[in-house]
């Protein structure tokens, strides 16, 4: 088997072993309300190392809003945009617009065409999906101390 799954207690991912290439092994750490915090690979260098870690001051607005993810080691994507209070939508760094509905617009988009996108409120909710996207590589989920195949679609 080319990947295992190590789970805490609560049964949030903790390891994801790449037994073929170690250096793609990832680990992921969560704060007390389960949202993904931490994550890396085992590798130092090359394509395959990477590390991201949501701020412990910053992270999160009151609101459960992602707002800044940092780069722990070599290259990854970085996040940090600003909410606003009122409406509850990304209002900087530009690039975001809505519609008098308070939909999402693609960037430079003049009104012609809306495009669905759901407001990001629920916490980490970026985060969840870069999980979900790599347990879609594993598709394997360990439930109930039973091992069960399952399909993950994005």
């Known amino acids: 088997m080319g990947t295992r799954f190590s789970y805490f207690p609560n049964g949030n991912v ?27 690979s085992q590798a130092n260098s090359g394509a395959d190392c990477w590390g991201q870690a949501v701020p412990t001051n910053g992270g999160y607005d009151r609101y459960g809003n992602l707002l800044n ?19 509850n939508q990304i209002i900087g760094p ?10 999402g617009r693609a960037a430079g988009d003049s009104g012609r065409r809306d495009v669905h996108l759901r407001r990001r409120r629920a916490a980490g909710e970026e985060l969840e999906r870069q999980r979900h996207a790599l347990l879609v590589r594993g598709g394997r989920e ?12 994005q």
């Open 69 to 87: 993810i940092n780069v722990t080691k070599c290259s990854a994507t970085s996040l940090s945009v600003s909410v606003s209070a009122s409406t």
């Open 142 to 153: 360990r439930a109930g101390g039973d091992r069960h195949e399952r399909r993950y679609h």
């Open 94 to 103: 530009g690039g975001y617009s809505y519609d008098a509905a308070g939909c």
């Open 14 to 40: 903790n390891v994801i072993t790449n037994n073929r290439d170690t250096g793609r092994t990832e680990t992921f750490g969560y704060d007390s309300l389960n949202r993904i915090i931490s994550a890396s």
